[in-house]
């Protein structure tokens, strides 16, 4: 079955709402069960819908009103970007603010792929140990 | 090479190139993906730049560039930008 921009375009969307509430098994099912997912700034990638639980619990944890906009997205096959403000509390209140963008490949409706390219210097100044 | 804020206008633009050749004399960029949709473009690429000292940093940059009657109208970086902090920094 083949899906459209469309298709991908809310699967972005339902993401980023699945991450605002925590909801682990919504985050997982945009997920291929091989999925790989990248952050620019960590040597080694996440692989498969298991070790991506893993993963996201420890981000749902550190962080509280976690808050993900997608103000752009992109979508040209089986690939996409989503442009992304991100806002959120860390454990200890402290404000986090990022713009950052997401590049996707999409497998049978799902994220098969995702890079993060986001800033760590940004990220260490913001929370104060960089 | 990355600005937190924008720059706008030619005169700006130069100004960055300039800066940016000075500092780091040799820059490749070898492209790993492009998607296409109606007049935007975003593009991954895998920088390598060298300063003048001779240290090389490597990253993965996306770029997103908005076209306007043939030319560039608008380009955004992302990137993590510590492997350009650490090459400066020695």
Redesign the interface.
């Known amino acids: 079955m083949s899906h459209g921009?469309a298709h991908y375009e809310q699967l972005v969307h339902d993401y980023f709402a699945a991450v605002e509430r925590g909801d682990l098994d919504a985050v997982l099912a945009c997920f291929t069960e091989d999925a790989v997912f990248r952050v620019?700034?960590n040597p080694e990638p996440v692989v498969g819908r298991e070790a991506l639980r893993g993963f996201f619990a420890g981000v749902v944890e550190r962080m509280r009103n976690r808050r993900e906009v997608a103000t752009?997205i992109?979508?040209?096959?089986d690939?996409?970007?989503s442009?992304l403000v991100f806002d959120a509390e860390t454990a200890d209140g402290r404000p986090l603010h990022f713009?950052?963008?997401n590049?996707y490949v999409f497998r049978d409706g799902l994220f098969a792929e995702v890079?993060v390219?986001?800033?760590?210097?940004t990220m260490k100044r913001q929370l104060g140990v960089g | 090479m990355f600005k937190d804020e924008p720059l706008h206008g030619r005169e700006a633009l130069r100004a960055l190139l300039e800066a940016d050749k000075a500092g780091w004399p040799e820059q490749r960029n070898e492209e790993r993906s492009a998607i296409v949709q109606g007049d935007a473009v975003a593009t991954e690429h895998r920088l390598t730049a060298t300063t003048t000292a001779g240290r090389t940093a490597a990253l993965d940059v996306l770029r997103i560039w908005d076209v306007a009657d043939g030319r560039i109208a608008a380009i955004r970086t992302y990137a993590d930008t510590a492997p350009l902090l650490e090459a400066l920094a020695g």
Request: with cysteine.
């Open positions: 921009a620019s700034y752009r992109l979508v040209d096959g690939r996409g970007i442009e713009e950052n963008c590049a890079t390219y986001g800033d760590s210097v």
